[in-house]
């Protein structure tokens, strides 16, 4: 009678050829039944896909723009991390109301009159008519006067009004008289020019404290009872509402001054200041002064907020920031003002201060609001402060509730579109900003959102536009890595199409950046572990086995190179993990299997690595080695490669079986089950009493090592004098021990357990193998595994368990049963 392999058996019979175990580990079904991938899908295979860890990035123990690793860290064009700060660099005249129109300069000359001049009586104002006196002129009003110190030639108003006070305060013996006091908009500006004041004017500017005008309150639109719009309008409106709410602002501006000349006691302290500066916050919200309008008190309340920052105290500056923020402060005021929040955001003890206010919605607000390339460094530095708070969990929370991602997602959007005049500074942003997402990433909350809001489709378009920036492509790298361990995540990204092509040619640009290549290596691996349309795509891509294996021989250290550090050995190593582990998975598919078994410098290489690492040193290296091996040999019949090199692989085998490393034992023990089908192996592993090994391996009580190590002894056992020496083993009592405490419910491990029993009875009969008492035990067990009815009466998953009984387990066990029964009788 012939017998049965795991590999080719002998010619069989019409009944026994349909039951043919063909391959290593992989049985041929019946053709009128489901296929193995349909029936034995979540069994055990052969071909198995590898896993890894997923590369670590340690966090930075200080808060940075960039890492140590970056290529920016040293780089003298990006935006400083350090700088100081204070009033003066703010520009309130940055903050006068604008009409949104650009004026073109005059063409004439300006002309100011002075006493003695000819135009003088002409241009001089004069004293405001009788309010009574119907024949007043209504251009005779001080509106007109003010709206000539619009005129392009005279100097900027802030500038203008920071050297006056200088020179006042240097020369107080020179200080003009009131009457030269020239007052446009909220600033009292002294140019030299004489102005009649009218008795109304100034009884009325006679009531205000003169610290109403050093802060800008009580300029021209509250003098002479007028009131103008607080909003801004410029429409007159008496409403006593709105002269109420302008009182209390104009109230708490002098209590914020005072406060903070005050030397010390409670209306200096930090805690009195941050309330002031709340209530002002809710009194401007009730006036409607917040927001993008331009009220014309802006200049102000801000010269009062702007005072505020050189007061060392984080907690003022973030109300004078929330403040800011919502008054929509544009150009160098808003740079400052975040530059202001990113000092903030730099001490992890500050982020509490972040939670309870409404500066992070106007940091979102900017991305949705601001132009990358009129606004980039604002932006750069908000940015940074996302990133910073991105590390604490309440923070994350509110930037998900605050719409962040499609904030981001918009944004990024943006980004994509500058023009090259502009991508260095984009690519600044764009390392904050995917840096923050890479830490959301950690969170469940925010990964279905990278999903729904196409971030992971967004992302490989950042790649394809920067990808000459190895910091943005390393930080996307990182975000990849860790969504694509997730199958929401990985489905989105398998979806897109581009992303394969995109890898491989990253990989190959930047091959030297070892953090971005050990990801993108390990995204690969994720994506080609559970898909067959995801080996195939990244196969057909291409270049594609050319790219990663010249990748390997770029990472494959070898000993006549000189020696590197031992962190460049562990990093070189790391990428040699992920990179096996892709090739392991990609041998999975049929078609690129085949393929890759007949590329000799894909074998060479892994054979190299076995050769160049011991398993001591190199754990997980040689074992995903030896695991990318057992998928490759399972086409040996279709790789001359494979053929030529069977005894060779044999030979390596050997160091990883005899270690004390028991996954290593397995692995090598798996490619023992392919490789001895070959004659020669066969004749290697019996000579090198590798035989032994196997038939302990049946003690472990295991089901996977007790599964390989049967496979490798079923087709040791084709050869009689093989039988002879497994038998003085006691094989046959060790293969029926496993039957009775593992085979139950695992029916391929069952079915293999009888074909090697089948295999090791044609040597004389089972009387040579099992002592009687023992056979009628074995027979006891095959007559209640074959009992259908009983079997499955207590089976949860019986579909799936009754297909493996009737396809794997129940054609060998009768065949078993009854050669068996008949030779004992």
């Not at 896909?49 to 990006?78: C, E, G, I, K, N």
């Not at 010269?303 to 007061?311: A, E, K, N």
């Not at 991305?367 to 309440?394: H, I, M, P, Q, W």
């Not at 070959?678 to 599964?707: A, E, G, W, Y």
């Amino acid at each position: 009678m012939h017998k049965l392999s795991r590999g080719q058996g002998g010619q069989m019979g019409s009944t026994e050829r349909k039951y043919e175990l063909c391959g290593p580990f992989l049985p041929r079904r019946h053709p009128l039944l489901k296929t193995s991938a349909e029936i034995v899908g979540e069994a055990r295979r052969i071909l198995r896909a590898q896993s890894t860890q997923r590369p670590y990035t340690p966090r930075d123990a200080h808060r940075q723009l960039f890492a140590r690793s970056s290529v920016r860290a040293d780089h003298s064009s990006r935006p400083s991390s350090s700088f100081s700060l204070h009033a003066h660099h703010f520009d309130v005249g940055d903050s006068r109301p604008s009409s949104g129109t650009r004026l073109s300069p005059l063409e004439h000359k300006t002309r100011i009159a002075f006493p003695g001049n000819d135009d003088f009586s002409k241009s001089s104002p004069k004293p405001p008519a009788d309010p009574l006196d119907p024949k007043r002129t209504p251009a005779r009003t001080r509106g007109r006067l003010l709206r000539a110190a619009s005129i392009s030639t005279l100097p900027p108003l802030a500038a203008h009004t920071d050297a006056s006070q200088e020179r006042l305060h240097q020369n107080p013996a020179k200080k003009l008289p009131p009457d030269q006091a020239f007052v446009s908009g909220d600033h009292r500006e002294v140019f030299g020019v004489p102005h009649l004041t009218s008795p109304r004017r100034s009884q009325s500017e006679s009531r205000l404290p003169q610290s109403s005008f050093d802060a800008g309150v009580g300029s021209d639109e509250v003098r002479a009872g007028q009131r103008t719009d607080l909003g801004g309008s410029g429409k007159n409106n008496t409403s006593t509402g709105a002269d109420s709410r302008w009182d209390t602002i104009a109230s708490l501006l002098q209590q914020l001054k005072a406060a903070a000349a005050a030397g010390g006691g409670h209306e200096a302290s930090p805690e009195h200041l941050c309330d002031l500066c709340a209530a002002l916050h809710d009194a401007l919200a009730a006036a409607g002064m917040l927001g993008p309008q331009r009220c014309k008190r802006r200049s102000s309340i801000l010269r009062m907020l702007f005072q505020l920052i050189d007061l060392n105290s984080p907690r003022l500056h973030m109300h004078v920031a929330e403040l800011c923020l919502a008054l929509h402060v544009s150009g160098n005021n808003l740079l400052n003002i975040c530059k202001l929040i990113f000092q903030i955001s730099r001490s992890e003890a500050n982020d509490v201060l972040f939670q309870n206010n409404s500066v992070l919605d106007s940091l979102v607000g900017l991305l949705l609001r601001e132009d990358a390339t009129s606004c980039s460094e604002a932006l750069f530095y908000g940015a940074g402060t996302l990133k910073f708070l991105s590390g604490n969990v309440v923070v994350v929370h509110l930037l998900l509730e605050k719409n962040f991602m499609s904030a981001t997602r918009d944004f990024i959007q943006k980004l994509c579109r500058v023009d090259d005049a502009h991508l260095t500074i984009a690519g600044h942003i764009l390392v904050q900003l995917t840096a923050t997402l890479r830490n959301l990433a950690d969170h469940a909350e925010a990964r279905p959102l990278f999903v729904s809001h196409s971030l992971m489709s967004k992302l490989c378009s950042v790649l394809q536009r920067y990808r000459q920036d190895q910091d943005v492509c390393t930080n996307v790298s990182r975000i990849y890595s860790k969504l694509s361990s997730y199958a929401e995540c990985r489905l989105a990204l398998e979806q897109t199409p581009d992303c394969y092509q995109l890898f491989l040619e990253l990989l190959s640009k930047h091959h030297q950046k070892q953090d971005l290549v050990v990801r993108l290596l390990f995204t690969l691996g994720n994506l080609t572990a559970k898909s067959d349309e995801a080996r195939q795509r990244l196969f057909r891509c291409e270049a594609s086995l050319d790219t990663l294996l010249r990748l390997y021989d770029d990472y494959q250290l070898r000993e006549e190179e000189s020696p590197p550090p031992p962190a460049s050995r562990r990093e070189a190593e790391d990428v040699l993990v992920k990179l096996v582990r892709v090739l392991a998975n990609m041998c999975i598919h049929e078609d690129v299997g085949a393929a890759l078994a007949s590329s000799t410098t894909c074998v060479q290489l892994l054979m190299e690595t076995l050769e160049l690492r011991s398993v001591a040193e190199s754990e997980e290296l040689t074992v995903n080695v030896a695991a990318a091996i057992n998928n490759l040999t399972f086409y040996r019949k279709e790789s001359a490669v494979l053929r030529r090199s069977q005894l060779a692989i044999a030979q390596l085998m050997l160091k990883l079986v005899l270690s004390s490393n028991m996954t290593a034992v397995l692995e090598a023990t798996r490619v023992y089950g392919n490789v001895s089908q070959s004659k020669d192996v066969r004749d290697f592993i019996m000579q090198n009493k590798v035989h032994r090994f196997m038939v302990t391996l049946l003690d472990s009580k295991n089901p996977d090592v007790c599964f390989s190590a049967c496979g490798v002894l079923t087709n040791l056992a084709l050869d009689p004098p093989n039988r002879t020496s497994l038998s003085l083993e006691g094989i046959a009592i060790k293969l029926t021990d496993c039957l009775r405490d593992l085979g139950a419910g695992d029916w391929q491990l069952s079915a293999q357990l009888c074909q090697a029993l089948w295999n090791m009875s044609g040597g004389g009969g089972p009387e040579k193998l099992l002592e009687a008492q023992d056979s009628e035990s074995l027979l006891e067990i095959l007559t209640s595994y074959l009992d259908e009815n009983e079997i499955f009466k207590w089976t949860e998953d019986e579909d799936y368990h009754r297909a493996l009984w009737e396809l794997e387990f129940r054609p060998v066990g009768q065949k078993l049963y009854h050669t068996w029964s008949m030779k004992c009788k």
